[in-house]
């Protein structure tokens, strides 16, 4: 079943109109109407805030499998990584998931988890608000590469660039966005009272429609 069966299918085994429904996802009749027909496919954070607003899973209208155990192989070479929540595309903001949601990815994708983007400051890399990242934990990445970190509590996806002094010490790190609207963030040097901490290394997007 695909996601228009299946929001079709809770909303008549809750014996609720089409309008009854908007009413309750905060849209229209005729946007139910265009998912119910497939004519129309959400983003998955879209999905995700249905599923919130429904009191469901976000499986029960993704069309994903049964969950499997973070790791664990499943049939086709696919296995289940937790999604923890939302990443800042824009200034750095957090939305922690419960530990519930999976996504699959390919068994040869070497990653530990994945987060949803958020805001449009890393188009430049053919991230959009909505797409899953999937992210290799590890505490260092090279100059240029995309990395989740952490902001005290508060989490942002960039590249990163370090400035280093004639002696090769580092200076300060930016975070770099590639999209020219947003300007860079710098962490670092004296006066720096921010807890800064690299989570991992992005190591792949599934682009959402």
């Known amino acids: 079943m695909e996601f228009g069966d299946r929001l079709k299918a809770l909303r008549l085994e809750r014996a609720l109109s089409q309008e009854d429904l908007a009413a309750q996802l905060g849209t229209t009749k005729q946007v139910i109407s265009r998912y119910e027909t497939k004519k129309r496919i ?56 419960d530990g519930t949601e999976f996504v699959d990815a390919e068994d040869d994708l070497a990653c530990d988890f994945a987060l ?51 002696d090769g010490t580092v200076a300060f790190t930016q975070l770099l966005p590639s999209n020219p609207a947003f300007t860079p963030i710098d962490i670092g040097g004296e006066g720096e009272t921010r807890n800064v901490r690299i989570l991992g290394k992005a190591v792949a997007v599934r682009f959402m429609l």
Do not use: W
């Open 42 to 97: 959400p983003r998955l954070s879209v999905v995700a805030d249905y599923a919130q607003k429904l009191g469901v899973p976000l499986s029960a209208l993704s069309g994903e499998a049964p969950m499997l155990p973070h790791g664990a192989l499943a049939l086709g070479g696919r296995r289940r990584v937790p999604i923890l929540g939302g990443v800042a595309c824009g200034e750095p903001i957090y939305q922690p998931g």
């Open 116 to 166: 949803i983007a958020q805001g449009d400051s890393m188009t430049g890399d053919r991230i959009y608000s909505g797409d899953i990242v999937f992210i290799r934990a590890q505490d260092h990445v090279q100059d240029g590469e995309i990395a989740a970190i952490a902001l005290d509590d508060e989490l942002t996806l960039k590249r990163v660039r370090r400035l280093r002094r004639a």
